[in-house]
């Protein structure tokens, strides 16, 4: 049996972590990681539910079916992260086979003196899977080293106590302790665990989904799109040419994420973005895509977008003296004309991005001209 205020607390908690992050996640920015993280705390809330109902009916397999459960959605919330850079594919085999595989063979072996061998181990591969979140996380890059920070902690600190556990393994069985002792402080640890590992991933998850996905019917999701793409039109109705479609990037901003504190790295992005801003022409459409990106569509001939461009990477330059870190901020500008990518949004934007980038490879602080050669 595990202590009562435990198994309220898990109940509550992971019931609420579910509301929460249905609610205030999957819903208004539904995505596919949205709906596998929403998988992963479903999962845990009826793994708590039936937890429950097995420390009152005092059932052993009913106990080590809910455990398994629970600890297999570990494996779904490191899905999510692949599934949130589009890299799922043979993954979501080993996560379903320890899915289905962990709960049954815990509950095959729950009356039997090898039990706590099984849970150590099923613990094992829970922990390679968290050591698998990690590593996605440290993928992310340190500009989202905040919204990581909590989950990342927690799964180090699971790969810790699964490795601890084995080894602890290992020494009962050499000396051949009695596991009865050993298994009920396992149960109360893991119960701890729980709740620490469901507080520290709504939070992560929270942040990273409402970061990547603008919600449906906003401004930056809708309306930019919209009169982007009816002036474009228009625009080819008409042949007029003078149309250009710029993408703007804060050059290096991973460094400079590193170098500065959260709240310094935002003043400085806030910066940029108002140096930008300030430095077009009133007719932009512009569309902010993230800190430190921008897109714009912008109705000039290519002697005043050559001049306004100057302009903007000089505004963005002196931007940066009056910041906290006293950096000089630089910009790389992708340029792509509807004479040269045609005047499809979605192309354009993407010209330009490829422009923007080779800016940047190329030492940043320019703009550089996407000619037929590269589209």
């Known amino acids: ?79 999510g992260l692949c599934a949130r850079r589009g890299a799922t594919g043979w993954r979501w085999w080993p996560v379903i086979a320890f899915a289905i595989g962990a709960p049954l063979l815990l509950a095959a072996l729950a009356e039997t003196s090898v039990f706590l061998t099984a849970v150590r181990a099923v613990f094992l591969a829970a922990g390679v899977f968290s050591a698998l979140t990690i590593a996605e996380l440290v993928r992310l890059g340190p500009l989202l080293r905040d919204e990581i920070l909590p989950l990342a902690l927690m799964s180090a600190l699971f790969v810790l106590f699964a490795a601890l556990g084995l080894a602890h393994e290992v020494v009962r069985l050499t000396t051949g302790q009695d596991a009865g002792q050993v298994l009920s402080t396992t149960r109360n640890l893991n119960i701890l665990g729980s709740l620490l590992f469901l507080v520290t991933a709504v939070v992560t998850l929270l942040l990273l989904t409402r970061r990547d996905t603008p919600a449906p019917g906003t401004l930056e999701d809708s309306s930019f799109q919209t009169v982007a793409r009816d002036r474009l039109a228009r625009a080819q109705a008409v042949r007029d040419r003078w149309w250009s479609v710029l993408v703007v990037r804060l050059d290096d901003p991973e460094s400079l994420r590193d170098a500065s504190s959260t709240n310094a790295f935002e003043h400085m992005a806030e910066q940029f973005t108002a140096s930008v801003r300030q430095a077009l022409p009133a007719e932009s459409d512009i569309e902010q895509r993230g800190a430190t990106e921008l897109v714009v569509v912008l109705p000039r001939p290519v002697g005043a977008v050559r001049q306004i461009l100057a302009n903007l990477l000089e505004q963005v330059a002196e931007s940066g003296a009056d910041g906290p870190l006293a950096v000089r901020l630089s910009a790389s500008v992708g340029w792509a004309q509807v004479e040269v990518a045609g005047y499809d949004l979605d192309t354009l934007v993407r010209v330009a991005g490829d422009a923007a980038a080779e800016a940047e490879a190329a030492g940043g602080d320019q703009w550089n001209r996407a000619t037929a050669a590269t589209v």
């Open 1 to 79: 049996m595990i202590p009562a205020g435990l198994g309220a607390a898990l109940v509550a908690l992971s019931t609420l972590t579910t509301l929460l992050y249905i609610g205030l996640g999957f819903l208004p920015r539904p995505s596919p990681a949205a709906a596998i993280w929403s998988l992963a705390f479903c999962g845990s809330m009826v793994s708590s539910y039936l937890w429950a109902a097995a420390d009152v009916s005092d059932s052993a397999v009913l106990r080590a079916t809910a455990s398994g459960f629970m600890v297999a959605m570990v494996g779904v919330v490191w899905i």
